[in-house]
């Protein structure tokens, strides 16, 4: 492997992602020895779980370097002109770790990763600074958590180039943070963040792309206002009062919310949207002319849709309704004329397995409007837990006649089916619908499903 051409071994060794393997293919040869710390640009290091342990067992700790000082050496001897990508972090097992399972003595700063002090130490070093584009720091969340850090405005006062940054388990301080104008891609994981409107994250950081905001806490009202945005992730662990997205050019959307009192979106160019929302109370959203792409999922999902502005732009609909959904009245379920009437267009559906329940229930009591027509419907998905394969079918070959263009149809069947029921079902769908192309699968609770095959359930 020696003798091939250097661009080659550079390219293989380039695919190490982890900075301690490259560390040891530094001492086969000398000519990985060279290309490691001469031509490699990035510096990965993870503390592992094992590690971790290792490091705190009376019969291993005095054998384990400190994981900081480890890193630290993978810096300074590195003879690379620039680096321009550092990750350090701990594995996400080490997420388990409760504050019962540290002793009292333990407490230190081992892991404490966004440690300013720590942090300078390496990236004010011109060859990691100068042209650093790309930052991840996942810290040690019960080293991290009671301990406020200032790196977002060491970051800023330094990173002049970085395009991208990453912080994850860790309370964050935005006292000092200066703009961050080439700054395209802002993650914060697991954080406890001291800018509860999200102010300082609007002025300082003007031109991002790509924004994810997972379990972010400490927010009051907080207002996402970003003229270049294109996708964001905004999970909300809290209940703020409300949820506001300004965002002219946002292309994709992935909100995961509890109740705020009100929320609030001005995204006129959306084209894919994921809405997950426990009840919604106020719900404003201007006409989103080129949507295409919608899941909603709420335990009220009736009330969702009758506050969702009607669309004729839908292609693609997922809808779900978690297993405890709020009846807000017991003679009005989700139905599918409901859905069709806000949703004309759409060309797919998939509905999961609450919300075909509800439809279902719904069908049995009321049947189908006789004047709908879903003649855009080209493809439906379903969620399947038969309690009367008679109804279920009943509903199925009711959809087929009423959409004359429905070429295919994905039946996902919950594991704990009789085999026998599921392959009865696919023999009649297919026997009474040949031109139908069926597709068959399996779900249970936490998935959404494994397709097999376009054949027959096996019955056993």
Same mark, same amino acid.
């Given at each position: 492997m020696e003798h091939l051409p250097e661009p080659i071994l550079l390219e293989i060794l380039t695919r190490l992602t982890d900075s301690t393997e490259l560390a040891r293919c530094r001492l086969v040869s000398k000519t990985f020895n060279k290309l490691i710390f001469s031509d490699i640009r990035s510096i990965n290091l993870t503390c592992t779980l094992s590690r971790y342990l290792k490091s705190r067992s009376p019969n291993t700790k005095d054998q384990i370097t400190p994981f900081k000082r480890i890193f630290n050496r993978l810096v300074n001897r590195s003879d690379s002109l620039v680096v321009d990508s550092v990750t +350090? @972090?701990?594995?996400?097992?080490?997420? @388990?770790?409760?504050? $019962?399972?540290?002793?009292? $003595?333990?407490?230190?700063?081992?892991?404490? *990763?966004?440690e300013v002090e720590f942090v300078k130490e390496w990236l004010l070093l011109p060859r990691v600074c100068r042209e650093l584009k790309f930052l991840s720091i996942s810290d040690f969340w019960i080293q991290a958590c009671w301990r406020r850090s200032q790196i977002l405005a060491l970051v800023s006062s330094c990173c002049h180039g970085l395009l991208e940054l990453e912080v994850k388990n860790s309370w964050l301080s935005v006292d000092g943070l200066i703009p961050m104008p080439v700054l395209t891609s802002l993650t914060l994981e697991s954080i406890r963040l001291d800018d509860e409107n999200l102010s300082k994250v609007n002025h300082c950081f003007p031109c991002l792309k790509v924004l994810n905001l997972v379990g972010v806490g400490g927010l009051r009202e907080p207002k996402i206002h970003l003229y270049h945005l294109r996708t964001c992730r905004w999970t909300v662990s809290n209940a703020p009062n409300s949820l506001s997205i300004f965002a002219p050019n946002l292309l994709k959307l992935e909100l995961n919310c509890i109740e705020p009192r009100s929320l609030i979106l001005e995204t006129p160019l959306l084209s894919d949207f994921y809405l997950s929302i426990r009840k919604?109370?106020? /719900? #404003?959203? #201007?006409?989103?002319?080129?949507?295409?792409?919608?899941? *909603?999922?709420?335990? $009220?999902?009736?009330?969702?849709?009758?506050?969702?502005?009607?669309?004729?732009?839908?292609?693609?609909?997922?809808?779900?309704?978690? #297993?405890?959904?709020?009846?807000?009245?017991?003679?009005?379920?989700?139905?599918?004329? =409901?859905? /069709?009437?806000?949703? =004309?267009?759409?060309?797919?559906?998939? %509905?999961?397995?609450?919300?075909?329940? $509800?439809?279902?229930?719904?069908? %049995?009591?009321? @049947? *189908?409007?006789?004047?709908?027509? =879903? #003649?855009?419907?080209?493809?439906? +998905?379903?969620? *399947?837990v038969i309690q009367d394969i008679d109804v279920t079918l009943s509903f199925i070959f009711t959809i087929l006649d009423k959409c004359t263009n429905l070429s295919d149809v994905g039946l996902l069947i919950h594991c704990e089916v009789d085999p026998n029921v599921a392959s009865s079902l696919l023999s009649r769908c297919k026997a009474d619908h040949p031109r139908i192309r069926w597709r068959w699968g399996m779900w249970k609770e936490g998935s959404k499903g494994t397709w097999i095959s376009d054949g027959i359930y096996p019955a056993t």
């Open positions: +350090i @972090g701990v594995e996400k097992s080490l997420c @388990g770790i409760t504050y $019962d399972d540290v002793e009292e $003595d333990e407490w230190s700063d081992d892991l404490y *990763l966004s919604a109370n106020k /719900f #404003k959203v #201007k006409q989103l002319h080129d949507l295409k792409i919608l899941q *909603l999922e709420s335990t $009220d999902i009736l009330s969702l849709i009758r506050l969702f502005p009607s669309n004729s732009s839908v292609e693609r609909l997922t809808v779900d309704s978690p #297993k405890y959904a709020i009846q807000t009245d017991e003679m009005i379920r989700l139905n599918l004329e =409901m859905l /069709f009437d806000v949703f =004309m267009n759409v060309s797919s559906l998939t %509905l999961l397995s609450a919300a075909w329940s $509800d439809m279902e229930k719904c069908f %049995l009591t009321n @049947g *189908l409007r006789h004047d709908m027509e =879903m #003649k855009e419907l080209k493809e439906v +998905i379903v969620q *399947l």
